[in-house]
């Protein structure tokens, strides 16, 4: 029912009615001052890079990780995935070093409780090799 301008500063909303989706790093902010204004703010700028290593390992990962970059050389490395995150949340796992043909890379969830294509875990095997996903319903999606 409503759409905005972008960049403009102009919201046009229908009868009265503005939907914003305020997900993570989006503050909304209805009638400051006592204005007829709606103000929306973008309040994370920058996408959050995680470097993890085999002395972190296992590493479970944080609600504020998106890239996660790993360092295999020392040994294998067990990332955990939340169990639950919020629906459409999305992380990168990547081998920033290229030893996951020595050292394998393996992803799970925490405790088991959400999938990755169906699967209890996603393990790299080659080199350089990277993970994109995004959470639906107790399962992770590869894309």
């Known amino acids: 029912p409503t759409y905005f301008v972008t960049d ?3 919201v046009i909303p229908a009868a009265n009615i503005v939907n914003v989706n305020g997900g993570d790093g989006v503050e909304v902010s209805a009638n400051p001052n006592g204005s007829n204004n709606m ?3 973008l309040t994370t700028e920058a996408v959050e890079y995680t470097n993890v290593t085999f002395a ?3 590493y ?3 609600s504020t990780d998106y890239f996660l970059s790993v360092d295999a050389s020392g040994g294998a490395v067990t990332i955990n995935l939340p169990d639950a995150p919020v629906t459409n949340k999305q992380f990168i796992v990547k081998d920033r070093l290229g030893f996951a043909g020595t050292n394998t890379i393996t992803i799970k969830s925490l405790t088991g409780a959400s999938t990755i294509d169906g699967q209890a875990t996603y393990t790299f095997t080659d080199a350089y090799e990277s993970l994109e996903c995004l959470y639906n319903s ?3 999606e590869i894309f």
């Open 39 to 41: 103000v929306i703010s």
């Open 138 to 140: 107790n399962n992770f």
């Open 8 to 10: 403009s500063g102009t």
């Open 56 to 58: 972190m390992s296992p």
């Open 60 to 62: 479970t990962v944080l």
